[in-house]
């Protein structure tokens, strides 16, 4: 009996225990009525009430007790602390105006505003477009206040173009317009606008910005220009015998549109590959050339029948190089001199052609007869012997 009862005490008690299971379970040991208090809206804003209430009443309290330096001093420990932990970037602004007091137009503003143009995407939200009637592409350049994101080598770069206007005193000049200002009588002060760009970024990386992104840009923008350009063909100016100097010195320029390349070219394909390669080496050779104290030129005679393609190969190498054409006609100088101004008048990276030169220069060996020499009538002065040619091209 003892243990009949034992058992049916031991079975009621494990079947009564099965009601508690599922709040174990479920890991609610509280009675089921919580659930209801925490879940009401009433309760939430009472207990946050209760909470702005003793916050407040603890802000009293410490403005009460605790004096205003201690108060400083305690939250600079804080904020302190913070920063320890937490990374901070330092920046640091360049700013690259467009003219430099000194220096005239700024090398870094010209090749930054190109560079630029070519890294805008389609976060940009206003842009600047222009054409001019001698280019083929339409310019599109930075609006006002926008901004580009950049990467070099890791470091994040941020360009921001930036314009200022101003009124400027009659009379007053700090340098940084084109040309001289108009200071007429009775006229109001113009306005005078500054153009810059801000270029930010972290400031330990200073020293990298200066000395490798910066010739970057450069060195991207006058690859970029290289690819735009129009190539010019020089001649004579019409005024050139009263020595006008116009925008281009003694020359007079238009567009050359001469379809002649080295794939359209009608020459034997080892002769045009050698040729090539002799340019390509050419242009890669110019730190070369100024560490050996050399002028960086190179020299090529072309003679042959008329029509037998020297113009051809003389505007297929314009074209590859992207070399402006100087047409020198040596029948047109006097002297010596005059050849002087003329070479000095021309560009860098340009083609200087001599147009048979063989006939266009007194030699010794071919004025003089063969039975002695005999009086010559008077002539201009011109260049007698090559010896004035070769020393006005040498450099």
């Given at each position: 009996m003892k243990r009949t009862s034992l058992y049916n005490t031991a079975l009621a008690h494990i079947q009564s225990s099965r009601h508690f299971l599922p709040y174990?379970?479920?890991?609610?040991?509280?009675?089921?009525?919580?659930?209801?208090?925490?879940?009401?809206?009433?309760?939430?804003?009472?207990?946050?009430?209760?909470?702005?209430?003793?916050?407040?009443?603890?802000?009293?309290?410490?403005?009460?007790?605790?004096?205003?330096?201690?108060?400083?001093?305690l939250w600079q420990s804080i904020r302190h602390l913070f920063k320890a932990k937490l990374p901070v970037q330092q920046r640091l602004t360049f700013v690259v105006e467009e003219y430099a007091r000194d220096l005239g137009r700024n090398e870094i503003f010209v090749a930054a505003e190109l560079y630029l143009s070519s890294k805008i995407g389609t976060d940009t939200d206003c842009l600047k477009i222009s054409k001019s009637h001698a280019k083929k592409h339409v310019l599109v350049r930075l609006a006002k206040d926008e901004t580009i994101l950049d990467t070099f080598e890791g470091v994040e770069l941020k360009w921001k173009f930036v314009t200022v206007t101003t009124r400027r005193a009659r009379g007053s000049s700090d340098g940084f317009e084109e040309g001289p200002p108009i200071n007429l009588p009775g006229t109001p002060p113009r306005p005078e606008t500054k153009r810059c760009f801000e270029l930010s970024f972290d400031k330990k990386h200073k020293d990298k910005i200066i000395e490798s992104y910066v010739a970057f840009v450069i060195q991207k923008a006058s690859d970029l220009k290289d690819k735009e350009k129009v190539l010019k063909m020089f001649t004579l100016g019409g005024n050139f015998h009263g020595l006008m100097n116009g925008p281009n010195g003694l020359w007079s320029?238009?567009?050359?549109?001469?379809?002649?390349?080295?794939?359209?070219?009608?020459?034997?394909?080892?002769?045009?590959?050698?040729?090539?390669?002799?340019?390509?080496?050419?242009?890669?050779?110019?730190?070369?050339?100024?560490?050996?104290?050399?002028?960086?030129?190179?020299?090529?005679?072309?003679?042959?029948?008329?029509?037998?393609?020297?113009?051809?190969?003389?505007?297929?190498?314009?074209?590859?190089?992207?070399?402006?054409?100087?047409?020198?006609?040596?029948?047109?100088?006097?002297?010596?001199?005059?050849?002087?101004?003329?070479?000095?008048?021309?560009?860098?990276?340009?083609?200087?052609?001599?147009?048979?030169?063989?006939?266009?220069?007194?030699?010794?060996?071919?004025?003089?007869?063969?039975?002695?020499?005999?009086?010559?009538?008077?002539?201009?002065?011109?260049?007698?012997?090559?010896?004035?040619?070769?020393?006005?091209?040498?450099?």
């Open positions: 174990c379970r479920s890991g609610a040991m509280l009675p089921p009525n919580v659930k209801e208090i925490m879940a009401s809206p009433s309760s939430l804003f009472s207990a946050y009430a209760s909470f702005t209430a003793s916050m407040m009443l603890a802000r009293t309290m410490v403005n009460d007790i605790v004096p205003r330096p201690v108060q400083s001093y320029s238009i567009n050359l549109e001469h379809p002649s390349t080295f794939d359209t070219l009608a020459m034997e394909p080892e002769q045009k590959k050698a040729i090539m390669n002799d340019l390509d080496r050419f242009l890669s050779r110019r730190e070369f050339y100024k560490r050996v104290g050399r002028a960086w030129k190179r020299g090529y005679l072309l003679y042959g029948p008329p029509g037998t393609g020297k113009s051809s190969l003389v505007a297929a190498m314009a074209n590859y190089l992207k070399f402006d054409v100087y047409d020198l006609q040596l029948s047109n100088i006097m002297s010596d001199w005059q050849l002087r101004e003329l070479l000095l008048c021309t560009g860098n990276s340009s083609i200087l052609v001599i147009e048979d030169i063989d006939c266009s220069i007194d030699l010794p060996e071919r004025a003089a007869p063969p039975h002695g020499p005999t009086k010559m009538p008077e002539m201009p002065a011109r260049p007698k012997t090559g010896c004035g040619l070769a020393a006005e091209t040498r450099g």
